[in-house]
């Protein structure tokens, strides 16, 4: 009984990968199968914390959040949940060694976001370490089980490639964030007057962290390098994107990157990684 329920509970986080993000679910689909119910544990918690803020307007979000983290305690602790979301995760947690700070780290960004609207530098590291830095560190943790020395050597580029996720979407959800919900995650920017000088300075920081995050991909263990590979491709073709546009148009349309171009960027992928060039 606990191997199946086990199973439902991977299916679950597995589904919701796939229901949320093709990008993601394609990038996970090119690693090594012993690692995909991992990464698809990891992307299901931190996907249903994300709703929690975003999404259910009329719940209790502070209560809700306050929930998740005592559940996700006390099913890190027994090793057991009922929310087959957050049984997935603590296996996870529990079999790979998931540093506790990281999880801590990650809620503390989601309640920063039911209470803050405009960030300032300080606070904005803050948040995107919490929010997408260590959420790399956690899947680095799943491809080099008890090889310390590996992991430290990636550290780095890990949270610079999370923190350049985590710009792009900024930057991509920048009407939804700032007119729909009144966020500003780009301090000094006033987009009432936003400028074609500062959506430059922001895109040139972004590819700054994308530059770095590159080395680390390039010394990746080569059953996972693929997908992480093409989760970078896809989102730097989403900068490219967003860099032909306009300061104006970026307040009033989300862009994204079409499925037809996906394949594209997949097929290119996949040629430079046989030719071994990635």
């Not at 199968?33 to 209790?60: C, L, M, S, W």
């Not at 960004?109 to 929010?131: A, C, H």
């Not at 930057?171 to 006033?190: E, H, N, T, W």
């Not at 989300?254 to 394949?263: A, E, G, L, W």
Request: aromatic residues 16%.
């Amino acid at each position: 009984m606990d191997k199946l329920y086990n199973k439902n509970a991977f299916d679950c986080s597995r589904i919701t990968a796939n229901n949320y993000s093709t990008s993601f679910s394609f990038g996970i689909k090119l690693f090594k199968r012993k690692y995909r119910p991992a990464i698809y544990a990891i992307y299901g918690f931190v996907r249903f914390a994300d709703e929690i803020v975003d999404t259910f307007h009329d719940q209790n979000k502070k209560e809700l959040l306050n929930n998740l983290r005592e559940d996700t305690w006390k099913a890190i602790e027994t090793g057991f949940s009922s929310n087959p979301i957050l049984h997935s995760f603590q296996n996870v947690v529990n079999e790979f060694g998931i540093n506790r700070e990281y999880i801590e780290a990650f809620l503390h960004s989601m309640e920063m976001d039911l209470e803050y609207k405009t960030y300032n530098s300080e606070e904005i590291k803050e948040y995107i370490y919490g929010s997408a830095e260590v959420v790399g560190l956690m899947c680095l943790r799943v491809f080099y089980k008890g090889r310390k020395n590996e992991f430290d050597e990636l550290v780095y580029p890990a949270r610079k490639l999370g923190e350049a996720f985590q710009k792009v979407n900024f930057l991509r959800d920048i009407s939804a964030d700032y007119i729909d919900k009144g966020r500003i995650y780009f301090p000094g920017v006033q987009f009432e007057q936003f400028k074609e000088e500062q959506k430059k300075a922001i895109e040139d920081d972004i590819a700054f962290d994308f530059a770095e995050a590159k080395k680390g991909i390039a010394k990746l263990n080569p059953d996972v390098r693929l997908g992480v590979f093409l989760a970078y491709t896809y989102y730097l073709e989403l900068l490219d994107k967003i860099r032909k546009t306009t300061p104006q148009k970026i307040l009033q349309k989300r862009y994204r990157v079409s499925d037809f171009t996906k394949i594209v960027l997949l097929v290119n992928a996949w040629g430079r990684y046989v030719l071994g060039k990635i």
